[in-house]
């Protein structure tokens, strides 16, 4: 797509208007970085819905699956790179622009192109955690086991999925063999926000108190239909800030917007980052 320069102008005038942002990303930030998406232009799945926090933590056979799936779709998110989006964002928090980042994201993207402070509401992808003892260790450690432990597992090939996914199916996955924690025998769950799992308090209550002293909301690259992201955008509106959307598609939150901008994240912020930054 082209570039649209009315489109940009409103968008740089918002921010102008609007100088302490609360910014909230979703996946459109990251697909630039080749990290596939969920959702489709009108906000519905493209492939089926993830797997749920009761179903990891209650059927072995869900847990063989998952990382099974995850054994081949790591190195996708262990080599994706900060995009154009990324970088923006991160020059706009070098201006004083951002008082919060506020990302659906689990990819630390924001983070490796250098924004500070960001807060990864729905955890990180790279740890894994024991739901035993709590420990936390480096995803890049677990892959180096689960590739020992399933050798002829790790010799397929699929195409990548959403966070480190990757699309086998119509698979046995019986004899894939999941490693436990090695401190005490625990169950490893990645260190993320499954879909039925709630998201820890105290992120959830720094993220309000950010947008408590923010001038304004801009969303981008999310389609806000998952409500631990939307509920922000509603308590702006409630709160009499406006909020302005980067989004190719649909969005919940549509008829709360100030502003849409229907174009490409990466290239509508780095059109806004070279304006206000």
């Not at 990290?35 to 063989?64: C, H, L, N």
């Not at 990548?160 to 490693?179: C, K, Q, T, Y």
């Not at 879909?195 to 969303?219: I, M, Q, T, Y």
Request: net charge negative.
């Amino acid at each position: 797509m082209s570039a649209n320069p009315a489109a940009y102008a409103e968008l740089a005038d918002f921010a102008t208007r609007h100088r302490k942002l609360f910014v909230l990303t979703g996946a459109g930030c990251s697909t630039d970085s080749g990290i596939p998406d969920y959702r489709d232009v009108d906000g519905e799945w493209k492939r089926p819905s993830p797997v749920t926090y009761q179903a990891f933590m209650g059927e072995e056979s869900t847990r063989q699956r998952y990382w099974a799936r995850s054994l081949i779709g790591w190195p996708t998110m262990a080599g994706a790179r900060p995009g154009a989006a990324h970088r923006a964002l991160a020059q706009l928090g070098e201006a004083g622009r951002v008082g919060l980042l506020l990302t659906q994201n689990v990819d630390g993207l924001h983070e490796a192109a250098g924004s500070r402070g960001a807060i990864d509401l729905h955890g990180r992808i790279d740890t894994v955690r024991c739901m035993g003892c709590e420990q936390r260790t480096p995803r890049a450690e677990l892959q180096v086991e689960l590739r020992r432990r399933n050798p002829r597992w790790a010799e397929l090939e699929a195409r990548a999925a959403p966070d480190g996914d990757a699309d086998l199916e119509g698979r046995d996955f019986s004899s894939f063999d999941v490693p436990a924690c090695p401190h005490c025998g625990g169950l490893l769950k990645p260190d993320v926000v499954f879909f039925g799992e709630s998201v820890p308090k105290e992120r959830v209550n720094a993220a309000f108190a950010a947008l408590e002293d923010a001038d304004a909301v801009l969303v981008a690259g999310s389609s806000l239909m998952v409500y631990s992201g939307f509920r922000f955008v509603q308590a702006a509106v409630a709160a009499g800030k406006p909020v302005a959307a980067v989004n190719l598609g649909r969005t919940r939150a549509d008829p709360l917007l100030s502003l849409k901008v229907e174009r490409p994240v990466g290239e509508a912020l780095t059109a806004l980052a070279q304006e206000i930054a």
